[in-house]
Structure formats: structure tokens, C-alpha cells
């Protein structure tokens, strides 16, 4: 067993207490734009060289580890730890804290490799639930049973390096973690197109092989990368058996109800793939999901998880004092700065789908009708992203005061529903893959209302007027966006099949920067709060 800390407990520190600020959310927020940005990359190199029949097999193949790696890794572990982990060093110092991380690494690496054995293991009967609709098409279920069993390890590899993160942001340490994720998108995209070139030059089902291997690559990246930093920050590993450890168990106790509270959004999209191998078109609608749902996840993840990521200590250290104005005040703070950031996102996704889809995915084997079937998603899913991102901010404060139970009854009541709304959209009405996107859309409301609700009662109220009012004062900026980008797509873009790559890649995103200058520079004419915060720390950027 390791030796108890010697260090002497830390004085809270005022710092610690204030609410995320939109420098800490800027430093994410760029570095995990860096890493969206690389995504797509990803993804568009992976459409242009791939069948979307070969696509559907990789997609299904990657989904069940992928999600595991939201659900545990990037999601209740990392929410459980990153709040046991802060309070630990705020109330008992950085010595506790240190013993608690071995511990929790340790235990994570066992359980962890054992999921990863399980799911090699059990890869037929897992793809075969995943894929039913498949069942008639043997060589493709084939297929996706191999690249299933080879990529399972990632869950390993992504929930060490979840908890690598998660010591560094309670450091306040933020740029280096939310920049590990481009390595796994740039590691994955160099090491999968050289092995599946190696494997098959004419990226066929051997070529996609070669990219699943590149998929676990990157991964062993992602963790790789941090590791620098959490030695400088103090920490030396060693590992440690005592599991029975009293912090060890706090952050299980909170991580299971955390990782059903957190379900509700990747059990949906778990569920779309489902159903999506149901559908009168085999070939396709899984594809077209998945890459309308990683464009919706830019934002989402550029702003929502910023948000998150700065938020979620700050909630932690201050729910050791109880439900003070503080805490309503950090999380208020939060909701607010993040509905700001998505709300122009959102509707600008839903005008703009189309060319934006366009420019990214229409390239190689990728088709004209693929961008259009996509499109029809990805407008559906942008109804939903504000709603995604606010429960990224809200739903991690039960934890911070130990109502995780709260969450979880939400979550299963989500997707209860969800699975009843797209069982009747494909069984009943057997309409097209789009409706699956707006059924988890619809959920991702209701979930983010209810958990809202709740917690304002629990906390005796979130700020509720002001972010009314925020949302009134960005009623007329929210205009103007829609007016520029609706004008813009129908005179700036009326001949974009007729255009050149790189005419199309000017047109559009100068009309994207028209409309976001528009939108920001009315809130900020209407003293709109955030608005003054983002443009100091753009300001403050170039700057430097």
C-alpha cells in the first residue's frame, strides 16, 4: 500500500470559486476546435476513399467502443473522478490527491482491459443486436465483426488518457488535455491511410482494416501526449490494489448512476444505428447519421464541452460549501455563455447544411444525393444541439452535490422514450433516416428541460431572469444571422454545383464569417453580457 500524504491539507482558494471564465473556455474552446477541425478531416478523407457500404461496416464496428468511450471514458468516469479529484485536493492537498489517482488508474486499467477482452470476445452477438437489419447480408456482418474485435482496445487506451485529463484540468491545466484529442484525429488519419494503402491500394474491405488499426493508434496518442505535462504538474505513477479506498469508492458510487444519467444522448444515437439497419435503404443511412452528427458535434464540442470542461471543477470545489449563491451563480454563468455560443451555431447549421455538407464530404466516392440525405440529419440534429449542450453544463452539477440519481431517472425515461418515438417513425410510418435524427433531437429537449427544472428547484434558482433576458437581448442578433445566411445561400451561393473547389471554400466561409460578425457584433451593440466576454478574449488574443 502506498505511504499516506504528507502534504498539509490546501486553504480553499478564492480563485478556485469563481465562475469559468471565457479565457479558461477560450483555451479549450480553440484547442478543441483544432481537434473537431482534424475530425472532419477524418471524416472526409474516410468518405472519399470509402464505399458507403464499407463506411456503414467501419461505423458499426467503431460504434459500441466509441460509445463506451463517451459513456465511461470521456463521460461518468471522468465526471466522477474530476470531482472526487478536486475536492480531495482542495479539503486534503496534493498528496490524497495523488494517492487517489493511483488508485482509480490502476482499478481502470484492470476493469478496463477486461471490457476490451469481453468485447473481442463477444464481438459476433454484440454486431449481430447492433446491426439486425443486416442479418441477410453475411459478408458485411463479417466484416463489421472484425473490425469490431479490432478496435475494442480503444475503450482502454481513451479512459487512461479521460483520466490523465481529468488531473490536469483540476490543475487547471486546459490547453494540453483538449489538444490531445487532434493527435487521435491526426495520428488515426496518417496511420490508417498508410495502413490501409499498404493493406489495399484500391481501399477495399482490407484497406478498412488498415484504418481500424490506425483508430487504436491514435488513441495510444491521445493518452501519450499528456503524459509530459502530468509529470511536470508532480504526479508519478505507481499502482495501487486499494480499491477499497474511500475516495476509490465515492467515485464509483457516483459513476454508475452518472453513466446511465449520461446515456441518454449516446444510447440514442446507439439506437439510431439500430434502427437505421432497419430502414428500406441498407446502405447509407448510418453513414449519413454519423457524419450529420459529428458536424453537429463541432460546436458542441468547440463551445458545450469548453464550457463543461472549465465549469465542472470550479462546481466541485464550491459544492463543498453547499448550495451558496456561489454555486448558482458558476452554473448560471456557464448555461448562459454556452446557449450564447450555440444558439447562432445551430440555426446557422440548419440554413447552411447543405453546402456545408458539400464542401466537406462531397469529394471521391462521396455523392451529390449522399449530401442531401446528410443534410436532411444534420438539420434535425441542430434543433437539438443547443439542448446537447446545456446538459453538458447542467447535468454534471448533480454530481458536484450528490444528486446523481436525479440524471439517471431522467436519462432511462429518455431513451424509454426515444426507442418508442423511433420504433413508430420506422415500423409504423417507415419514414427515412432524418426522423431518426429529429426523435433525438426531441429527447435531448426534454431531457435538458426536465434536468433544468429540477435543479433549479434544488438549488433555489439558476439565474433563470437573466438568461431570459440574455435570450431576449439576442432575439434581433439571431435575426440578422438568419437574414445574411438565407440571402447569402440563395444569391451568393445560387450556382454552387457550377463552382471550383476553392471558390466554394472562399464563398462559404466568408458568408459563415458575414453571419457570425453580424450576430456578434448586434449583441454586443445590445450589451449583451457574453458577447463583451468573447470579444475581450479575442481581443486579448491577437493581442499577444
Known amino acids: 500500500m502506498s505511504p499516506p500524504p504528507t502534504n498539509p491539507p490546501l486553504a480553499p482558494d478564492a480563485a478556485d470559486e469563481k465562475p469559468a471564465g471565457a479565457r479558461a473556455t477560450g483555451v479549450v474552446a480553440v484547442a478543441i476546435l483544432g481537434s473537431r477541425i482534424l475530425g472532419l478531416v477524418r471524416d472526409m478523407v474516410f468518405s472519399a476513399l470509402f464505399t458507403k457500404e464499407l463506411r456503414d461496416c467501419f461505423l458499426v464496428a467503431f460504434r459500441i467502443p466509441n460509445m463506451l468511450r463517451d459513456l465511461f471514458a470521456e463521460g461518468a468516469l471522468s465526471t466522477a473522478f474530476v470531482t472526487v479529484f478536486s475536492q480531495k485536493l482542495k479539503t486534503e492537498g496534493d498528496g490524497a490527491a495523488w494517492q487517489l489517482a493511483h488508485r482509480i488508474i490502476s482499478l481502470a486499467a484492470v476493469f478496463m482491459s477486461a471490457v476490451s477482452l469481453a468485447g473481442i470476445l463477444l464481438a459476433d452477438p454484440f454486431v449481430t443486436l447492433l446491426a439486425s437489419g443486416w442479418r441477410n447480408d453475411p459478408a458485411k456482418l463479417e466484416l463489421t465483426i472484425l473490425l469490431t474485435r479490432i478496435m475494442f482496445p480503444f ?72 503524459l509530459p505535462s502530468l509529470r511536470r504538474c508532480g504526479y508519478r505513477f505507481r499502482f495501487s490494489r486499494d480499491w477499497s479506498d474511500s ?130 440529419a444534420l438539420r434535425w440534429y441542430a434543433v437539438g444541439l443547443v439542448f446537447y449542450s446545456c446538459i453538458k453544463v447542467i447535468q454534471p452539477a448533480f454530481t458536484a452535490i450528490d444528486r446523481r440519481f436525479i440524471p439517471m431517472v431522467v436519462a432511462l425515461v429518455s431513451i424509454g422514450l426515444n426507442a418508442a418515438l423511433n420504433s413508430v417513425v420506422v415500423f409504423v410510418f417507415k419514414l427515412g433516416h432524418e426522423y431518426l435524427a429529429l426523435s433525438t433531437a426531441v429527447i435531448a429537449c426534454t431531457n435538458c428541460l ?72 448586434i449583441a454586443i451593440l445590445l450589451h449583451v453580457g457574453e458577447a463583451r466576454q468573447f470579444f475581450d478574449i479575442v481581443r486579448r488574443k491577437f493581442k499577444r
Not at 183 to 209: K, Q, Y
Not at 488 to 500: K, P, T, Y
Open 155 to 226: 475503450i482502454l487506451l481513451v479512459s487512461l488518457a479521460a483520466l490523465v485529463m481529468g488531473i490536469l484540468n483540476s490543475k487547471k491545466i486546459y490547453g494540453v488535455p483538449a489538444t490531445a484529442s487532434s493527435f487521435f484525429n491526426l495520428v488515426s488519419i496518417v496511420g490508417g491511410v498508410g495502413l490501409g494503402w499498404l493493406l489495399d491500394p484500391a481501399w477495399g474491405p482490407r484497406a478498412l482494416m488498415g484504418f481500424s488499426v490506425g483508430t487504436l493508434l491514435g488513441g495510444l496518442a491521445q493518452l501519450t501526449f499528456q
Open 450 to 521: 426536465a434536468l433544468y427544472v429540477v435543479l433549479a428547484r434544488i438549488a433555489g434558482g439558476l439565474d433563470t431572469g437573466r438568461l431570459f433576458a440574455t435570450l431576449a437581448r439576442l432575439v434581433p442578433s439571431l435575426l440578422t444571422l438568419a437574414l445574411v445566411a438565407f440571402a447569402g445561400n440563395h444569391w451568393l451561393l445560387a450556382d454552387w454545383n457550377h463552382f471550383s473547389l476553392p471558390r466554394r471554400a472562399v464563398l462559404l466561409l466568408a458568408l459563415i464569417g458575414t453571419a457570425g460578425a453580424a450576430y456578434f457584433g
Open 247 to 376: 475516495g476509490v469508492r465515492r467515485i464509483l458510487s457516483l459513476m454508475w448512476p452518472a453513466v446511465i444519467a449520461g446515456s441518454a444522448v449516446q444510447v440514442n444515437v446507439f439506437l439510431n444505428t439500430i434502427f437505421a439497419s432497419s430502414l428500406a435503404v441498407k446502405d447509407g443511412p448510418v453513414s449519413w447519421l454519423s457524419n450529420a452528427f459529428r458536424l453537429m458535434q463541432l460546436p458542441l464540442g468547440v463551445f458545450g464541452v469548453a464550457v463543461a470542461t472549465v465549469t465542472l471543477p470550479v462546481l466541485s470545489r464550491v459544492a463543498t460549501d453547499g448550495l451558496t449563491p456561489r454555486f448558482r451563480e458558476v452554473l448560471g454563468a456557464g448555461n448562459r455563455l454556452v446557449i450564447f455560443l450555440t444558439l447562432p451555431s445551430a440555426l446557422g447549421l440548419y440554413l447552411l447544411a447543405e453546402p456545408v455538407i458539400s464542401l466537406i464530404y462531397e469529394h471521391g466516392r462521396f455523392t451529390a444525393e449522399e449530401t442531401h440525405a446528410t443534410a436532411l
